[in-house]
């Protein structure tokens, strides 16, 4: 045996009986230090055969099994079994790594068309029948509108779904900010029998007053209890099974009545909720920015136009996805649910919310929620029918220009502006 040969063994040796005190998440480092040391010195042997003499006719250098060939020594010896097993451990997690986020191209709602109504009694079946078609063609619009403009496919951040995997077919919900998301994670709440047994509602109360109670804030009814009761597969295989064989669900309504929901929610309190996002320092910052000085409005909070110049400025410069992300009320839908890679097959609309909730009930079989299912929104009047007053206070450049920042999602899901155009302000007067 050559020197060279003695101290490769020998460094391969020490290498081992690191390998005992090292933990196993380890070892894969371990075996590139030994593969990298037997190299060295191979290298080292190599030179040295080069110096004495010509290489032989057919001899092939570099490559480590080759090197351990020439010396006679096997792979196992090198790279202990217990690494050879972590190595293919590793392969798999990348490779189930690889199966979420899914990307599941639009299909002009395929699997919706598919569907055997058959087993559907006959009232059921005509309304599910007839109701199917504007189903189906918003599907088709969202695909071309994918098609024609490329959209990102994925995104860096994946949706969050709220999973029903009890229902058949089963539901995958992508919830958005200020479209009907309190409502169906209520109605998703009383889906999971939220709080039928929760002995700290008052017994004294009526069955409709209890009803009503346990599906409060006051008594744990929240965002964070839907998703627990609903939550993701396991693994991200799993995840991408469940989102291929259940109905993917959103809900959208018009961009801009969704924008002026923002507004009243996030900039007309002192404490909007989450507090974490600090949206009354925001408030602060958009008035000390947008307020003339000349303004007779004293009011602490932002009015509608100096929120909407915010919004135009402050999304300028966003065009990827990624970029968007920082974004956190008022994202576009083709960001925030991943609308152009998750292939929705039922898009439900806020303006034929009754119609298209008793479609998807139906469906699946929602018992529950038959008779159940209302629209929540802030006390008093609702943003659409507020929508002209608000948006009369905009000029037509302002309103062009958030049209443009949100044009994808009036593409995608058939809305207009000529309506709100036609109220607009003619110039671009001070916002005061």
């Known amino acids: 045996m050559t020197s060279a040969k003695r101290n490769c063994m020998a460094g391969i040796e020490r290498l081992a009986a690191l390998e005992k005190k090292m933990p196993a998440r380890k070892l894969v480092g371990l075996s590139v230090m030994t593969a990298a040391f037997l190299f060295i010195a191979n290298v080292g042997i190599r030179k040295t055969a080069t110096a004495t003499g010509p290489r032989p006719v057919g001899a092939r250098g570099g490559g480590l099994a080759e090197h351990l060939k020439l010396q006679n020594i096997s792979m196992t010896e090198v790279i202990p079994k217990s690494t050879v097993v972590l190595e293919s451990n590793e392969k798999r997690n990348f490779k189930s790594r690889k199966d979420w986020p899914a990307v599941l191209q639009p299909s002009n709602a395929e699997d919706l068309k598919n569907t055997d109504f058959s087993k559907y009694n006959s009232e059921d079946r005509t309304l599910l029948e007839a109701r199917l078609p504007v189903l189906v063609d918003r599907a088709r619009q969202v695909g071309e509108v994918c098609r024609r403009s490329r959209l990102p496919l994925r995104t860096q951040q994946p949706p969050r779904f709220l999973w029903d995997k009890t229902h058949s077919p089963s539901i995958v919900w992508c919830p958005i900010y200020k479209v009907a998301s309190t409502t169906w994670l209520i109605n998703f709440l009383r889906l999971a029998h939220f709080n039928e047994n929760n002995t700290a509602i008052p017994s004294n109360a009526t069955k409709e007053e209890q009803d009503k109670l346990r599906l409060t804030h006051r008594y744990g009814a929240s965002h964070h209890a839907a998703f627990t009761a609903f939550p993701s597969p396991g693994s991200p295989r799993a995840k991408a099974r469940a989102l291929r064989e259940g109905v993917r669900v959103i809900i959208v309504r ?68 990624k970029e968007w992300l920082k974004v956190k009320c008022w994202r576009p839908y083709w960001v925030h649910c991943g609308v152009c890679s998750t292939d929705y097959n039922i898009i439900m609309k806020l303006e034929t919310m009754r119609e298209d909730e008793q479609f998807l009930i139906t469906l699946s079989s929602l018992d529950e929620l038959k008779g159940q299912a209302t629209w929540k929104h802030l006390r008093g009047n609702s943003s659409v029918q507020l929508a002209d007053g608000f948006f009369a206070q905009l000029t037509r450049r302002q309103m062009a220009q958030l049209h443009r920042r949100y044009q994808q999602d009036f593409e995608l899901f058939q809305y207009d502006i000529k309506d709100y155009l036609a109220k607009a302000k003619a110039d671009d007067s001070q916002l005061v």
């Open 254 to 321: 018009h961009p801009f009545t969704r924008i002026l929901s923002a507004y009243r929610d996030k900039m007309t309190k002192l404490k909007p909720l989450p507090l974490k996002y600090k949206f009354r320092d925001l408030q602060k910052a958009i008035i000390a920015k947008y307020r003339s000085p000349q303004s007779s409005d004293n009011s602490t909070f932002p009015t509608f136009p100096e929120f909407v110049q915010y919004v135009i400025d402050s999304t300028e410069d966003l065009v990827t996805a």
